[in-house]
């Protein structure tokens, strides 16, 4: 796993953050030239989760992604550079974990994430069942469509994490997740720049975290398109197939 991103600044928590009914709550929202959706995103979370504090990582883009989260009431940090979902993931872990906060969740922002959605995916780590929660398009909520190929690749990726860790999850590459402070403190140190959201659930497994996921609705997205779509799901398969197997020898030989 990638050592941290860069510094990034401000890291110093906003005066309107406030408890999530005694509870914490920072809102991660990784974005990359999401100008025209990351406003509706920010008001959005605003509205289905009044008293947590948004957190729009800007990770280096090229268009007014940081005016328009900034305008729309959300606390942005601006990466120099672009570096990659993992990277921009880890800088809001980073803030999280500085900040103090109890819990916190990505939401993507162009949209595919339903913010009315995120009460079931934070419920297990209030009620302290889990300390890591995965939102799931799988589990028959919704009616969320996926080309036939991209299913295969998520059965397979399914498999090789039940390999990897004995547990089941369904939707092994969503960003609609959650974590308390033990899951903050290890991506804040930790955290992947190649295959952020599958290495990120086998590490938290191999920490001892407690993992559950739940079944969400996702819609489709505002803006853009999905980073592995097309011959990049390919490549992106074959990639962390061999990253898991071969990390996974690594680990027998080092535990």
């Not at 995916?121 to 589990?139: K, N, T, Y």
Request: with cysteine.
């Amino acid at each position: 796993m990638a050592s941290g991103p860069p510094e990034a600044d401000p890291v110093e928590a906003d005066a309107t953050a406030v408890p999530f009914g005694g509870t914490r709550l920072c809102i991660i929202v990784p974005a990359f030239n999401e100008g025209p959706s990351v406003a509706k995103v920010v008001v959005a979370i605003q509205s289905a989760l009044p008293s947590a504090q948004v957190v729009v990582v800007d990770d280096g883009s090229k268009d007014d992604t940081s005016i328009q989260a900034a305008d729309a009431g959300a606390h942005v940090i601006t990466l120099p550079m672009n570096l990659g979902i993992g990277g921009a993931v880890q800088t809001g872990y980073l803030y999280a974990q500085r900040n103090d906060f109890d819990i916190a969740m990505q939401i993507d922002g162009d949209g595919q994430h339903d913010p009315r959605e995120a009460r079931f995916v934070i419920e297990p780590i209030l009620e302290q069942r889990a300390d890591m929660v995965v939102g799931s398009r799988w589990l028959g909520r919704g009616e969320y469509k996926a080309p036939s190929g991209r299913r295969l690749g998520m059965r397979i990726l399914s498999r090789l994490i039940k390999w990897r860790t004995g547990q089941t999850i369904t939707d092994t590459t969503s960003g609609f997740r959650a974590v308390g402070r033990p899951g903050i403190a290890l991506f804040a140190q930790s955290y992947s720049s190649d295959f952020p959201e599958v290495e990120a659930l086998v590490a938290a497994k191999q920490c001892g975290l407690v993992i559950e996921e739940v079944p969400v609705q996702m819609q489709q997205r505002l803006h853009g398109r999905s980073s592995i779509a097309g011959l990049q799901s390919s490549y992106y398969m074959m990639r962390v197939v061999v990253a898991l197997v071969v990390d996974s020898l690594q680990w027998k030989e080092h535990p």
